[in-house]
């Protein structure tokens, strides 16, 4: 795992987990960007895209999340590559611990892989 | 010179225009703006629907079961397949097929057993590395990547940059340093499978045109076998350049789609939007600005079909070829930056597609080789060999 790590030089999403609610998903920027479900066990289930066609970008979409209960931590990143930044976090993902999250699994004849 | 299409390249434009409109637009209406992809389900059935066109597979040359377009049809296909939002960079979602890499075609019968037919069946996939972050406009003096003979075997180590589908590829095209010359003839190419070890995809590489990135790679003692040489040693870039040359004419034709369409979309907008008591159309700023438009398209239009039409009678067509890039790269810019001024706020939005073009269409300019590059071209031309 570890080594796999050290040879892969993308990055995570460097903010903070914070607690999923509806309440922390309102006060959300509606800007688009990427996040990431964890669950209550630390592990990450979900890694999900804000795009265009949100109404409103991240604020849509973690509501829906905090509705679907997937998880219980999130964390965020805004960012307008949000289709290539959340191919990456799901090949780095599967890069350190050799799978996609859970519920990524319909998403993998899109990525490539990180060596 | 006639640039009228013949009555069968009309008959092929109306078909992929038709095409566009139909079974593409549709579909890309219910899309992200930045998608680069269609549903496999939609893919698989526009597939087949191109391969009963006889139009699968278009830059496959005709002795390996391509339909032997001309250049000139060619381009002309290529500026009615990228006349949609994802049209520049995936004209029709790649559902007219791909070559596969096209050096391949010059490959030994076992490379071409183990590389070529897979990647025409679909069945593998290439990809082409030869920028490396020493630069990419020079590629000749600046590759890095080296590569020595010990035995029957080769030992790569080195770095590529902004690699196309490296993270996806089964092989890759490498090109290396192998000879003591410091320019174009000391250089191999290497068919490598992407499998290798010490073939790393170190990192995704993010760029202005968010439906897809690059990658960076680096070889680490990568060892392959001598069998792996694609072509003679020490003349590989002959190999990468003609690639350069021949990819800049359906390269240039494509950046006219968006052009096409963002000048439909600006005629139609200032025809019905008005501001201060009349439409945008009855102002002569709007007017200028759409002039501008239709000059640039027209002019690029015209480069391009030259360039095409030359290579089709068998001439040279270097310069042509290099003029018809620049132009076209360039005036489709500009002709998508005044669509947007025309459109006001809703033109800087991704409820339209020309903030999209406008952000694909900026990469234009520096892939293929910058225009910088493509005026170093013609200058050489004009002013002869001496002036290399």
Not at chain 2, 76 to 101: D, K, V, W
Not at chain 2, 114 to 143: M, V
Not at chain 2, 145 to 171: C, M, P, V
């Amino acid at each position: 795992m570890s080594y796999r790590r050290t040879m892969v030089s993308a990055r995570g999403i460097s903010r903070p987990l914070q607690d999923l609610n509806a309440e922390a998903a309102r006060a959300l920027s509606a800007q688009l960007g990427v996040y990431e479900i964890v669950d209550d066990a630390g592990a990450t289930v979900f890694i999900g895209q804000a795009g265009g066609l949100e109404t409103f970008g991240l604020r849509s979409a973690l509501e829906r999340e905090a509705e679907a209960s997937r998880g219980v931590r999130f964390r965020y990143e805004f960012t307008h590559a949000y289709r290539t930044r959340w191919q990456e976090l799901l090949m780095l993902h599967h890069a350190i611990h050799g799978d996609v999250p859970v519920n990524n699994r319909d998403d993998t004849h899109l990525l490539g892989r990180l060596s | 010179m006639d640039f009228r299409p013949t009555q069968e390249q009309q008959l092929i434009i109306e078909t992929v225009r038709r095409y566009v409109r139909e079974e593409i637009e549709p579909l890309e209406a219910g899309l992200d703006p930045d998608a680069g992809e269609l549903d496999p389900a939609d893919q698989a059935r526009l597939v087949a629907m191109t391969k009963q066109m006889g139009f699968y597979g278009l830059d496959i040359p005709e002795e390996f079961g391509g339909p032997g377009l001309d250049t000139t049809t060619r381009a002309l296909m290529a500026i009615e397949m990228s006349q949609h939002r994802a049209g520049l960079y995936n004209p029709c979602y790649g559902t007219f097929g791909g070559a596969g890499l096209a050096q391949l075609y010059e490959a030994t019968d076992a490379q071409k057993e183990r590389y070529l037919y897979p990647a025409l069946r679909g069945e593998k996939k290439g990809c082409f590395a030869l920028t490396e972050p020493s630069g990419g406009s020079d590629p000749a003096r600046a590759i890095k990547t080296r590569a020595h003979q010990d035995g029957d075997e080769w030992i790569i180590n080195g770095s590529k940059l902004y690699i196309s589908g490296a993270d996806k590829a089964d092989f890759a095209l490498v090109f290396a340093r192998t000879g003591d010359d410091p320019g174009r003839n000391g250089v191999t190419a290497f068919i490598v499978d992407t499998d290798t070890p010490g073939f790393h995809v170190e990192r995704v590489v993010h760029t202005l045109r968010s439906t897809h990135y690059a990658t960076e790679l680096s070889f680490t003692e990568m060892r392959v076998s001598h069998d792996s040489v694609l072509g003679e040693v020490n003349r590989g870039f002959a190999i990468a350049n003609d690639r350069l040359s021949r990819q800049r004419i359906p390269y240039a034709a494509g950046c006219l789609g968006p052009a096409i369409k963002a000048q439909e979309m600006a005629v139609e907008w200032a025809k019905n939007r008005e501001a201060f008591g009349s439409t945008l159309a009855e102002k002569q700023a709007v007017q200028w600005m759409i002039v501008d438009n239709e000059i640039d398209i027209r002019h690029a239009r015209w480069c391009v079909l030259e360039a095409a039409q030359r290579a089709d009678r068998g001439e040279r067509f270097r310069t042509e070829a290099a003029m018809a890039k620049l132009v076209a790269s360039e005036a489709a810019g500009r002709v998508v930056d005044r669509a947007m001024q025309i459109h006001g706020g809703i033109g800087m939005t991704k409820d339209l597609p020309l903030e999209r073009w406008y952000r694909e269409l900026r990469i234009r300019r520096v892939g293929e080789g910058p225009s910088e590059v493509q005026r170093l071209i013609m200058a050489r031309e004009i002013l002869g060999g001496s002036f290399k």
